[in-house]
C-alpha cells in the first residue's frame, strides 16, 4: 500500500539541535497546540500560541504557518526572536517551506518584548470569542467563572494586525491584565507558565460560551451585586489563591499521552 500524506510528512527530530530546556518547552507547546484543537479552540492553521525559549532572551517558538493544530509536533515549531528573525526552522519535507504568519508574529512579538516576565501567549478566534468580541458590552461578569475576567483589556479592532506601529497600543490595551479582548477579532491570554495561559483561555472561553448562550434564551439575566463581583474576582487573583495550570498541567499531558502522543517527536 502506498504511503500516505501523512506518513510522508514527517518533520525530522530537532532535539538534538537544542538544549534540554528548549526541547521541554517544545513538547510543552506541542501539547497545547493539539489541547485547543481536543477542547476546540482551534482554527485550523490560524492564530498562534508562542512560548518563549528558556535561557535565550527576545527568543521565542510558535506554529510553523500552514500545519494544522492537529498536527504539530516539538520538532515543527519555529524558533524566531522578537524582531521577526528566524533563528531555527524545521526541515520540512516534500520541498514545503513552512514561514511564520506576519499577524502572529507582530501580535506575539510585541507581548514578550513589552512582558518578558510572560513565558506564553495564546489567541484564538472561537465562534464564542468572536461573538463576544463584537458586542458592545463585551464580557459580562454574569457567572462565577466570567467573575475571574471581571478586570480585563480591551483593544479596539483596526484591521489585520500586521503593522509595527499596531505593536505600542496592543501592549498597553493589555496592561497587567492577564487576558485581552481584542474587540471585533478574539481572545487572547497570557502566563508565567504555558499552564496559566491554557488555564486563562480554557475559562475564558467557557465564560463567553455561558454568556452567549443565556442571552439567546432572551431571558432577563440575574445581575450580581458589584460588591460580590469584586469579592470573587479578588478570589482568582494570584495572590490569594496557588497559580494557575500547577495542577491541571501535568494531567492535561497526561490525557495527551493516552489519545494524541505524537507531539512529542
Not at 71 to 98: V, W
Request: glycine share 8%; proline share 5%.
Amino acid at each position: 500500500m502506498p504511503d500516505s500524506a501523512a506518513d510522508r510528512f514527517r518533520i525530522p527530530s530537532l532535539r538534538d539541535r537544542v538544549t534540554e530546556a528548549e526541547w521541554q518547552a517544545r513538547v510543552d507547546l506541542a501539547a497545547c497546540y493539539r489541547l485547543m484543537e481536543i477542547y476546540g479552540m482551534a482554527d485550523m492553521g490560524a492564530n498562534h500560541v508562542s512560548l518563549a525559549v528558556p535561557g535565550e532572551e527576545g527568543a521565542f517558538l510558535i506554529n510553523s504557518y500552514g500545519m494544522l493544530y492537529e498536527e504539530i509536533t516539538a520538532s515543527s515549531l519555529t524558533k524566531i526572536d522578537i524582531h521577526g528573525n528566524t533563528l531555527l526552522r524545521p526541515d520540512f519535507p516534500d520541498g514545503l517551506s513552512y514561514g511564520v504568519n506576519r499577524a502572529g508574529f507582530v501580535i506575539h512579538g510585541a507581548i514578550h518584548a513589552a512582558r518578558p516576565e510572560l513565558a506564553c501567549v495564546i489567541h484564538t478566534h472561537t465562534w464564542a470569542g468572536m461573538a463576544v468580541s463584537s458586542l458592545e458590552c463585551g464580557l459580562v461578569p454574569m457567572t462565577q467563572t466570567a467573575m475571574r475576567f471581571a478586570k480585563i483589556g480591551y483593544h479596539d479592532y483596526e484591521g489585520v494586525v500586521l503593522d509595527l506601529s499596531m505593536q505600542e497600543k496592543l501592549v498597553r490595551d493589555l496592561g497587567d491584565f492577564p487576558a485581552l479582548i481584542l474587540r471585533n477579532h478574539g481572545l487572547l491570554t497570557v502566563g508565567r507558565t504555558i499552564g496559566e495561559a491554557f488555564n486563562w483561555m480554557h475559562r475564558l472561553e467557557l465564560s463567553c460560551k455561558a454568556q452567549l448562550a443565556a442571552q439567546a434564551t432572551g431571558q432577563r439575566i440575574v445581575q450580581v451585586p458589584d460588591r460580590v463581583v469584586e469579592e470573587t474576582w479578588n478570589n482568582y487573583q494570584p495572590n490569594t489563591r496557588r497559580p494557575y495550570g500547577v495542577l491541571e498541567w501535568p494531567a492535561l499531558l497526561r490525557k495527551l499521552d493516552r489519545i494524541d502522543p505524537g507531539y512529542r517527536d
